[in-house]
């Protein structure tokens, strides 16, 4: 059995994991960075869009490239890499139960950085459990990352940002994108670039339109849209539920932090402080799990939650962090206005909310 | 379908490996999961719910939903999204819940 | 939404079948699992989660900041009990399963 002892265990080694261990690392801590995957960055490896807001000190590149950089950046440094593991819970003592699907072997740490990501929300319709029905992270995933077509014909349900990425994004690997279904009354996505480009290949977005049920034997062949008074039925082998994404929490609740609402954050997110620490102490946290934003806004809170675990255990002088974690925060100002001023505010709001906590010690359900 | 050519990425497919899915043999390139190896030879259907009978396949890919499980080389109620396929991999779907009373289980 | 939809993936549970608990007095997801079994199959809420916050928003006006979050026990994603059981005799992971129980002269307290 192989018990760890480490300064910074980090959960996750996406934008935000991989940040903070370049921090955390390059100062001398001994770190430890732990992932269900088997490779490193993320959801990143499979976005092949370009990033638009990333910080300053990074040029425009696409989601695999910046995952490259990061990768590049703690290379030189000896951290402790625990890939295709899992985290199963935490015990009394302070232990944390890791496992290598063999064995399960405890973690101590000084201090941990949650970096676990957010998960995407299902859309539910009539038969949405075929087969062929995909998240449209999984859709996106199975194109980039496994190299693989997961249908001729698509309808995707939702038009976020991300929607249309991927509505482009399946288009190029010559899956042909049937619809866009959105039941708001207008298109979610704020990127008129890309809503445009969408236009222009000749994807129909239909709004203020619900699906009505999908149809298959063994998995979906065709789905019945509903337009105002006007039903109708397309051919599809793939349909891609974007239904936005929340904040992955399984760990905090199991930890015990509090937790406030913030929509905009998607939904219910661990408390922090200015200082990306949870009312665990020895908690931190970064990245979508602490609110799900742009990339740029993940590598940052993941470098301040580096810097402030460093400044706790003595890494770097308070004088040093007070000046870093204002510049980051300035940046992060920068990246996250420029995205969505709303994020921003929530961001805020849920800082400040800190002290006084929507829910708390819910162990007692 | 496998993807040959990727429009971003280029050729990243190289090393080609056999499974096997009800005893039929595809191909599948090494760095993929099992989940979608399948879906590239036009599997969707990797197994049954348990109540009302009804088709599951992938669909979260990330192993949280648990909508892919399989049967792995023996092993019930695999995550095929999150494991890698191997040469010689027998995959069965999941399509009732594993026996687990018996003589060979000590009951 | 048709009244058939499937809102648990796992159990199979409808909205039908929710919107009846939640009828019946239902205000949160944990009283809902414990009257249909929404949310105790392999994924342990993972995705029904979101959907049975819309319907009980749908269905009694709560604000979706007063639905709190579904109780999430360990372990945090399925293992196998081989795992879990793991042969160290430094380190027993098993307890874990009964960190939540408080036991007193060996007996739940």
Redesign the interface.
């Known amino acids: 059995?192989k018990?760890v002892e480490t300064d910074v265990l980090i959960i996750g080694a996406g934008p935000a994991g991989l940040a903070a261990a370049f921090e955390t690392a390059s100062r001398g801590l001994d770190v430890t960075v732990i992932d269900?995957?088997?490779s490193l960055g993320g959801q990143l490896i499979q976005q092949?869009q370009n990033l638009s807001s990333l910080p300053s000190d990074l040029s425009p590149m696409?989601g695999?490239e910046l995952a490259a950089h990061l990768i590049k950046q703690i290379e030189e440094y000896d951290i402790r890499y625990l890939l295709g593991h899992?985290?199963?819970?935490?015990?009394?003592d302070g232990?944390i139960?890791i496992?290598d699907?063999?064995?399960?072997?405890?973690v101590k740490t000084k201090k941990m950085i949650v970096a676990t990501g957010a998960?995407?929300?299902?859309v539910?319709?009539?038969k949405?459990?075929?087969?062929?029905?995909?998240?449209i992270?999984?859709a996106q995933?199975?194109?980039?990352r496994?190299?693989?077509?997961?249908g001729n014909d698509a309808v995707i349900v939702g038009s976020s940002d991300f929607a249309m990425d991927v509505a482009l994004q399946l288009s190029?690997?010559g899956v042909q994108v049937k619809g866009i279904v959105e039941k708001s009354t207008g298109v979610l996505s704020r990127n008129t670039e890309k809503v445009k480009q969408v236009n222009k290949i000749g994807i129909p977005i239909y709004v203020d339109s619900s699906i009505?049920?999908a149809r298959g034997m063994?998995?979906v062949e065709e789905i019945v849209i509903k337009q105002e008074d006007r039903v109708f039925t397309e051919k599809a082998d793939l349909v891609c539920i974007d239904?936005g994404r929340?904040p992955i929490?399984?760990?905090f609740?199991?930890l015990g932090t509090s937790?406030g609402?913030q929509?905009e954050l998607g939904?219910?997110v661990p408390q922090y402080n200015k200082d990306f620490q949870t009312d665990c102490k020895d908690v931190f946290l970064a990245g979508n799990a602490a609110g799900v934003s742009t990339q740029g806004a993940l590598v940052l809170t993941g470098r301040l939650a580096g810097m402030n675990v460093c400044e706790a255990l003595g890494a770097v002088s308070k004088e040093t962090a007070a000046v870093e974690k204002k510049g980051l925060w300035k940046e992060l100002e920068i990246v996250e206005t420029k995205y969505n001023l709303d994020i921003w505010h929530a961001r805020n709001r849920h800082v400040d909310n800190f002290t006084h906590p929507?829910?708390k010690d819910?162990?007692i359900? | 379908?496998?993807?040959?050519h990727?429009?971003?990425?280029g050729k990243?497919?190289q090393n080609p490996v056999t499974i096997y899915f009800n005893d039929q043999p595809y191909t599948a390139?090494e760095?993929?999961?099992v989940a979608?190896?399948l879906?590239?030879n036009d599997i969707?259907?990797?197994g049954s719910?348990r109540n009302l009978v009804?088709?599951?396949?992938?669909?979260?890919?990330?192993?949280?939903c648990c909508?892919c499980y399989a049967t792995v080389n023996g092993e019930n109620h695999v995550r095929t999204?999150?494991t890698?396929v191997e040469d010689g991999m027998k995959i069965y779907p999941n399509d009732e819940d594993p026996e687990v009373r018996g003589e060979s289980c000590g009951d | 939404?048709?009244k058939?939809?499937?809102?648990c993936?796992c159990e199979e549970i409808s909205?039908e079948e929710i919107e009846k608990v939640i009828s019946n007095g239902a205000r949160?997801f944990?009283d809902i699992k414990r009257l249909t079994r929404c949310g105790m199959g392999p994924c342990q809420s993972?995705?029904?989660n979101?959907?049975v916050a819309a319907a009980i928003n749908e269905k009694t006006g709560t604000p979706?900041?007063e639905i709190?979050?579904p109780?999430?026990r360990?372990?945090?994603?399925p293992?196998?009990l081989d795992?879990?059981a793991?042969?160290?005799t430094?380190?027993s992971?098993v307890?874990?399963v009964l960190?939540?129980v408080e036991l007193e002269d060996g007996k739940v307290r």
């Open positions: 059995m018990a269900e995957s088997l092949t696409r695999f899992r985290v199963i819970g935490f015990y009394q232990t139960g496992t699907e063999v064995d399960v072997f405890p998960a995407e929300n299902a539910a319709f009539p949405w459990t075929l087969p062929g029905v995909l998240t992270g999984a995933t199975l194109i980039n496994d190299f693989v077509k997961p190029e690997v009505v049920e063994g998995a239904g929340s929490l399984d760990i609740y199991q937790f609402f929509k939904g219910w929507v829910l819910q162990f359900s | 379908m496998h993807i040959k990727h429009p971003v990425l990243k497919l390139y760095q993929q999961t979608a190896a879906m590239a969707k259907r990797l719910s009804q088709p599951r396949g992938l669909f979260c890919t990330r192993g949280r909508s999204c999150m890698r | 939404m048709d058939s939809t499937i809102i993936r909205l949160t944990d993972k995705i029904c979101c959907l979706f900041h709190p979050l109780r999430m360990m372990p945090i994603s293992i196998k795992t879990l793991t042969n160290s430094t380190f992971s307890k874990s960190d939540e």
